[in-house]
């Protein structure tokens, strides 16, 4: 049973084009949500992160907006660069707890 | 300063046989995670330490895994009669006391085949 789904494996974007990338969960009891950025041959890095007090959280060329209704998440890369190049990862948890459910990741290329 | 370092990177090893994968964590950090993520899978959470409470082993897929952590710093996962369904990415993390939920901080990262 995945709780936290990213349906698109990849997706390609030209350089100075936004970048959508999109994440689902099915468990209400999630109430922080978070995206990592994972390089080959590295670990993964946390990016940027959302409480479900919120809809959006910005930092700097990332946005995450969370629309708790449709219980989705979206991370939005504008303007997007060939170093963003990676795979994407959303987790999920829920306050309090300290396991993190991990989505399967989405590879974005960005296309000079 | 140091990050997460995890030892070997790439272990290649035969059906039936034990491993061991090491994990060192950054200093001080008392919360430390194991994952493993197979080809085309999520990350999939192990087993998790903090401090000097009972590890929570919940997401051990079997009884021929396991894990310590010595001295509340470096951490082994052990695979006994590893089978092939084990080749994957094993990964660790450690996270600060108090540190915010985001802020896990990952090692590179095992690779372990299974022939």
């Known amino acids: 049973d995945q709780q936290v789904k990213q349906n698109s494996p990849s997706l390609s974007v030209q350089e100075g084009r936004i970048s959508i990338l999109n994440c689902d969960y099915t468990?209400?009891?999630?109430?922080?949500f978070l995206w990592y950025k994972k390089y080959p041959a590295e670990g993964p890095t946390f990016l940027i992160s959302?409480?479900?007090?919120?809809d959006k959280n910005e930092d700097g060329r990332f946005t995450v907006f969370l629309n708790k209704s449709a219980k989705h998440l979206s991370l939005h890369i504008v303007p997007s660069q060939p170093g963003d190049s990676a795979v994407y990862f959303c987790?999920?948890?829920?306050?309090?707890?300290?396991?993190?459910?991990f989505g399967t990741g989405t590879r974005l290329k960005v296309l000079a | 300063g140091a990050g997460v370092s995890q030892s070997p990177s790439n272990k290649v090893t035969e059906k039936g046989k034990d491993v061991e994968l090491r994990c060192d964590p950054i200093?001080?950090?008392?919360?430390l995670y194991w994952y493993r993520q197979s080809l085309g899978q999520g990350l999939e959470f192990l087993i998790y330490?903090?401090?000097?409470?009972?590890?929570?082993k919940s997401g051990l897929p079997s009884d021929r895994f396991s894990a310590e952590r010595t001295g509340g710093s470096v951490s082994t996962l052990t695979i006994q009669r590893t089978q092939q369904e084990d080749s994957a990415v094993y990964l660790c993390?450690?996270?600060?006391?108090?540190?915010?939920?985001?802020?896990?901080?990952f090692g590179p990262g095992t690779r372990l085949t299974v022939t």
């Open positions: 993390a450690s996270r600060p006391t108090g540190g915010a939920l985001g802020e896990q901080y």
């Open positions: 468990n209400s009891m999630f109430d922080y």
């Open positions: 959302i409480s479900s007090i919120k």
């Open positions: 987790a999920a948890c829920t306050s309090g707890t300290y396991k993190y459910i």
């Open positions: 200093s001080g950090h008392t919360a």
């Open positions: 330490f903090q401090g000097n409470s009972a590890p929570d």
